[in-house]
């Protein structure tokens, strides 16, 4: 099948009344987002209603603006996060949902948020089992905050693309701590 008939099959089976995909489709519009195949990727601008961070019990958490969050709540099931370095010249937070569409063969689809270069460096040594926390957030005086303390989801959080400059700085580090 070619690749235009397969979009436009999945682009028939999409539910645009979706809040998820109603928030795409703006960023889309706004050039700030590009879709392919259950692949959502949104530009910097557009992912800074987002913040990476960690909350007050140590817990990673991606703050969502409170204007933005509807979107991301029910019925959207989101199923896990990625810290990804490296991947399509800059580093990322990857959120996978289930599908999107109404037929049984549909994919999950990511979204894929840009992140600074370095910030992910802090989560170098995630340890199996840690979870993401998404949270709504607004800002006040100019400062970003967490407008409740549990999370509306927890998934589970794994790294994916290139840490080995990270990872072998911080064995080292680790290595002359142990030699002093």
């Not at 690749?3 to 099959?9: A, E, F, I, L, P």
């Not at 990857?94 to 109404?102: I, N, Q, S, W």
Request: with cysteine.
């Amino acid at each position: 099948m070619s690749s235009r008939r397969q979009t436009k099959r999945v682009q028939d089976q999409l539910d645009f009344d979706h809040p998820f995909l109603r928030w795409f489709a703006a960023h889309v519009r706004m050039n700030a987002g590009t879709f392919y195949k259950g692949e959502f990727f949104v530009t910097p601008l557009a992912s800074r209603q987002f913040a990476l961070g960690i909350d007050d019990t140590g817990r990673t958490v991606l703050g969502i603006m409170e204007h933005t969050v509807e979107a991301f709540e029910a019925p959207v099931v989101w199923e896990s996060a990625s810290l990804v370095r490296n991947v399509r010249g800059s580093d990322w937070v990857v959120l996978k949902a289930g599908a999107f569409t109404e037929a049984d063969e549909a994919s999950p689809g990511r979204l894929w948020l840009p992140v600074s270069s370095g910030l992910l460096n802090g989560w170098a040594n995630l340890e199996d089992g840690e979870r993401l926390g998404l949270s709504p957030m607004r800002r006040i005086n100019g400062t970003l905050t967490l407008v409740d303390s549990e999370p509306f989801c927890e998934i589970p959080l794994t790294l994916n693309g290139n840490w080995s400059d990270i990872l072998e700085t911080s064995e080292n580090a680790a290595d002359t701590e142990k030699g002093s």
